[in-house]
């Protein structure tokens, strides 16, 4: 005789386990699916009090949906987002006035002034007489922007204009030039005309004009090499001996000064720089005379400097052993301007 046995109803039984293991979850917290016995089997069962969404999401950590979630989420990383900005500019500001209220030097507050210093520094060990500028092809060059008017007098005489060179090994004035007393110095100088600067072997190169402003324009310079300025007139000497600008220029005097024919404008170079092959007194600019903008009648072209160094219109030439006067390094700019 078979009976039908009508499984028992369990209320609330919390943690079941039978036999060692943890009945798996049912939608039903009032029943539990699983083996009571032999023969004995209880069904889930669902409440009207407990829906089967609820549970889901109370299991899940969802109390409002996953838009609500991701929506709460969203304002923990905007809070943490003003935070730390809020911080950024508050330590940016801290750093700011404490680097305005150091000691100037030169006009610069110390650090960086100090910063400046360590980029000469870098730029002068890694310059090499050896490393070239890039060049390009011709039909890269274009004209350049005008930039700059210091020292651009728009009434100057081009016909007035000569090339003053100071700073001779003993006053040398390189045969039968003009020769001048440097108001300046007192020193005894040469005054050359712009045939007796194409006299000088002709170079032509196209280059690119790098500007401290962060543009730049591929050009095609001509003119003559400083260097071969210098070997024909000869700068002063550290050890008073006849120059060799080849053979030892480590014994010339470590500077040069260009000044415009006002002196509003003036950069300093090192020797090294200045006698770089690709430092031209340069003019003409793609095939044509030097124009007054681009400082005609003769500037410098030198692509291992920024623009700043590319001084236009050049008046005087000075040999020195003293660091010159720079015209953007007294208004915070790196002296040694290299790249």
Not at 1 to 24: A, H, I, Q, Y
Not at 277 to 302: D, F, K, V
């Amino acid at each position: 005789m078979n009976d039908k046995v009508n499984p028992p109803r369990v209320e609330n039984p919390g943690n079941l386990n039978t036999e060692g293991e943890n009945p798996k979850a049912v939608d039903s917290p009032n029943v539990i699916a699983g083996s009571l016995g032999p023969g004995v089997t209880v069904q889930p069962t669902g409440t009207a009090e407990t829906p089967t969404a609820s549970i889901h999401e109370a299991r899940e950590g969802r109390s409002g949906g996953p838009d609500q979630e991701l929506s709460r989420q969203a304002r923990l990383r905007t809070r943490r987002s003003f935070i730390v900005a809020g911080a950024a500019a508050l330590a940016g500001l801290s750093g700011w006035r404490w680097l305005t209220t150091r000691r100037l030097d030169d006009d610069i507050p110390w650090p960086l002034r100090s910063v400046l210093q360590v980029n000469e520094q870098l730029a002068r060990d890694y310059f090499k007489s050896s490393r070239r500028a890039p060049t390009f092809a011709l039909s890269s060059a274009r004209e350049p922007k005008v930039n700059g008017t210091e020292g651009m007098d728009n009434e100057f005489d081009l016909s007035t204009w000569k090339l003053r060179v100071v700073g001779l090994h003993e006053n040398n004035d390189g045969g039968s030039h003009k020769t001048f007393v440097d108001e300046v110095t007192g020193e005894r100088g040469v005054l050359l005309d712009l045939e007796e600067i194409k006299s000088l072997p002709r170079v032509e190169m196209v280059t690119e004009l790098k500007c401290i402003e962060g543009w730049s324009q591929i050009v095609r310079w001509a003119g003559a090499r400083l260097s071969d300025l210098a070997a024909k007139f000869g700068p002063v000497t550290m050890s008073g001996a006849a120059p060799d600008v080849q053979g030892a220029p480590e014994d010339l005097v470590r500077y040069v000064s260009i000044e415009t024919p006002d002196r509003g404008y003036y950069v300093g170079l090192d020797m090294a720089s200045a006698l770089h092959p690709q430092t031209l007194l340069c003019y003409e600019m793609n095939g044509e005379p030097l124009s007054m903008p681009h400082g005609a009648p003769l500037r410098l072209a030198i692509p291992v400097k920024y623009g700043i160094k590319n001084i236009k219109r050049i008046g005087t030439l000075r040999f020195t052993d003293q660091r010159p006067a720079d015209y953007w390094a007294e208004r915070g700019y790196d002296w040694y301007a290299g790249h």
